[in-house]
């Protein structure tokens, strides 16, 4: 079965420090791609960073990046510098399209908070 | 652009009745899909489409049909509600699913099932 697991289903950090959410997911493929997506209380889901599993750098974007460790299936952000805005909950998800059929798999998020 | 639109923000159904959620992309993706939310269950797939005239079913596709006549629009079409379908629907739209893409994600409808 492939599957994700967010084993954080919540997360607190100061503002201006860094927190790491985790990621953990199973799958046989070897060519897929990873997420993390945003979701703050208007429940818009907002991309925050992808990964090739073919790349073995880390990608980054501005003060998100993350750590993935394809062997161990590790997928983790790390937020740097948070800010209030950055209160929401997150979900990680991986992506394979196999002879044309798409799946995305998500986890069951975790609720990051932000205090000032 | 604007982007992947869904109507309506929150709906509220009796027990048996049947109603049309509407999904439509401004942005010429051919990949459609449709997932629900619910509390501690992450989004899960329920239909998707690959190009007009093309869908199939996901995760949890029971109680659900779908169409896709246009490029542009996706609705997603519950015959005989029930409250096991409360939920919160997300409709996701990305320029092709042969070349692994990022989806974009409308901002979603609440349905209540009573």
Redesign the interface.
């Known amino acids: 079965a492939q599957t ?1 697991t967010q084993s954080q289903p919540e997360m607190s950090v100061q503002e201006a420090e860094t927190v790491t959410l985790s990621c953990t997911y199973d799958t046989s493929e070897s060519d ?2 990873l ?1 993390w ?1 945003k979701q703050p209380p ?6 925050v960073i ?1 990964q ?1 599993a073919y790349k073995q750098q880390n990608a980054t974007e501005n003060r998100f990046s993350v750590n993935f460790q394809k062997a161990a299936k590790s997928f983790s952000l790390k937020i740097s510098d948070s800010q209030l805005g950055d209160a929401a909950m997150y ?1 990680c ?1 991986y ?3 196999q002879g ?5 798999v ?4 975790t609720k990051l908070t932000v205090n000032p | 652009n604007a982007g992947v639109t869904q109507t309506p923000k929150f709906q509220v159904l009796k027990t048996g009745q049947s109603m049309t959620l509407q999904c439509a992309q401004d942005m010429n993706h051919e990949y459609m899909s449709w997932y629900r939310q619910d509390p501690g269950m992450g989004l899960r797939l329920i239909h998707y489409s690959v190009g007009a005239g093309i869908t199939d079913q996901g995760e949890v596709p029971n109680g659900y049909n779908v169409s896709r006549s246009t490029t542009e629009d996706f609705p997603l079409r519950l015959l005989s509600a029930a409250p096991s379908q409360t939920s919160v629907y997300f409709c996701a739209s990305s320029y092709s699913n042969l070349a692994p893409d990022t989806q974009y994600f409308g901002p979603g409808t609440r349905l209540t099932v009573l």
Request: charged content about 25%; overall charge positive.
């Open positions: 994700v897929y791609y997420f997506y208007s429940r818009q889901m907002i991309l992808r090739e979900f998800a992506r394979i399209s044309g059929s798409e799946k995305l998500f986890g069951k998020g």
